[in-house]
């Protein structure tokens, strides 16, 4: 498992700031609450769920371990850590009945 913060340096409120994922969602958050970030700061809806971190947060977080991660490598995570936050069907529906209720 794997950290990755890119280095896209967006500008916002007078600050520099980049972007958290990680391979899975409890990697993700344990890095996070190891960084300081707090939980409510974890962008669940946006278009791929990551955290918001500044730049100085993201030199800390290379120094605890993360890589620095490229375009392909934050969109990859990012589609995986969308996937784990889908809920599931309920476990009583049958395979049929799963697909019959998604139509």
């Not at 769920?49 to 947060?57: F, L, N």
């Not at 120094?63 to 934050?74: F, M, N």
């Amino acid at each position: 498992m794997t950290i990755y913060v890119d280095n896209e340096r967006i500008e916002w409120r007078g600050k520099l700031w980049c972007h958290l994922v990680a391979d899975s969602l409890e990697e993700l958050h344990e890095f996070a609450a190891t960084l300081g970030l707090r939980r409510s700061w974890f962008q669940g809806k946006a278009s791929y769920p990551h955290y918001d971190v500044t730049t100085t947060v993201r030199d800390r977080a290379l120094q605890l371990g993360a890589t620095p991660g490229s375009k392909v490598q934050i969109i990859a995570c990012a589609k995986r850590l969308r996937e784990e936050l889908r809920p599931s069907p309920p476990a009583h529906l049958s395979n049929g009945d799963r697909l019959q209720r998604m139509a």
